[in-house]
């Protein structure tokens, strides 16, 4: 399942990739999110391509976000496994057949999510998620840019709230799926590579999503009794990024408060599991600047192009 929005081309290299590495029987879900030049020209090229694949192309007339994208293609997902790709990713790496990837699921029922890891070519970087321990490979979150779900097991209307857009709404499917009992395996046979696009949002921009949404979404799942801790590792963060910048500190407080009233209301985490969370993973995660190690200088820049 790939969502895409003005990325014609890295939507037919992403396409490629699975082609190349998946050499099973699957569909192509492609929700394009409101292209300016929709991408069915594309979709068509890659019919022509490979005919044997199956391709099912959706055109929205507005830009649903990542959120609501997912769950729109997650909603028209017709088989029981749903990779998801971002349009500006491809399979780098595929060590075993991917049947023995999804395999995982029938040896392993507790598991509901499969997470690739993801590699950041532009910086260099592994992102990769909070582990339980090296050995089993105990993910708490997934990387949104790849990552296999098990539909028998998330038997979900929506995966996302769409008022989250973009960023960290990957960490609340992971929250809520490590509150139904679930857990996710870290699966270092299957490498996705994330390219930086030329259509990407601005860094400051995705650099305040990042802020506001990891706060909305710890507040909406954690128990009420860590409400002042959660807003302390918001507030160091918002501080960090922001510096002396008032007007910005105020701009990502005032869009705080607005998502928390438009997500509305969904099932905390019960304080006993809540506990466990944080006895496995590390009680800074209700702090901590970056969940993913990836921000190892949380500070403004200036954007180069």
């Known amino acids: 399942m790939i969502i895409t929005r003005n990325r014609a081309d890295e939507l037919t290299r992403a396409a490629e990739s699975c082609i190349d590495k998946l050499k099973i029987e699957k569909e192509f879900i492609i929700i394009d999110n409101g292209s300016e030049v929709p991408a069915a020209a594309s979709l068509e090229m890659l019919r022509e391509r490979f005919p044997r694949e199956h391709f099912l192309y959706e055109y929205e007339r507005t830009n649903l976000g990542v959120s609501g994208g997912r769950n729109r293609g997650y909603c028209l997902a017709r088989g029981e496994f749903v990779l998801f790709l971002d349009d500006d990713a491809v399979i780098q790496t ?42 089993y490979e105990q993910a708490l979150f997934f990387i949104g840019a790849g990552h296999i779900l098990y539909k028998k097991r998330l038997r979900l209307k929506n995966l996302y709230p769409e008022v989250l857009r973009y960023g960290h709404e990957d960490l609340f499917l992971s929250l809520q799926n490590y509150g139904m009992g679930y857990k996710i395996l870290y699966e270092r046979r299957l490498v996705i590579f994330h390219y930086p696009s030329v259509s990407r949002a601005s860094f400051t921009e995705e650099k ?3 802020i506001v949404n990891k706060y909305v979404v710890k507040r909406t799942l954690f128990p009420r009794v860590y409400y002042p801790v959660l807003y302390f590792g918001f507030w160091r963060r918002n501080r960090l990024f922001w510096s002396t910048d008032r007007a910005g500190r105020k701009k990502c407080q005032t869009l705080a408060r607005e998502r928390i009233k438009e997500i509305g209301v969904y099932h905390k985490l019960s304080f006993g599991r809540s506990l466990q969370l944080l006895i496995e993973y590390g009680v800074n995660f209700l702090w901590e600047i970056s969940h993913n190690h990836s921000d190892n200088q949380l500070q403004r820049k200036e954007e180069s192009s």
């Open 94 to 135: 595929l060590k075993v057949p991917v049947e023995s990837i999804l395999k995982t699921f029938e040896d392993r029922p507790e598991v509901s999510i499969i997470a690739a890891a993801v590699y950041d070519p532009e910086y260099r970087l592994l992102l990769e998620p909070r582990l339980y321990t090296a050995d």
């Open 208 to 210: 305040i999503n990042g």
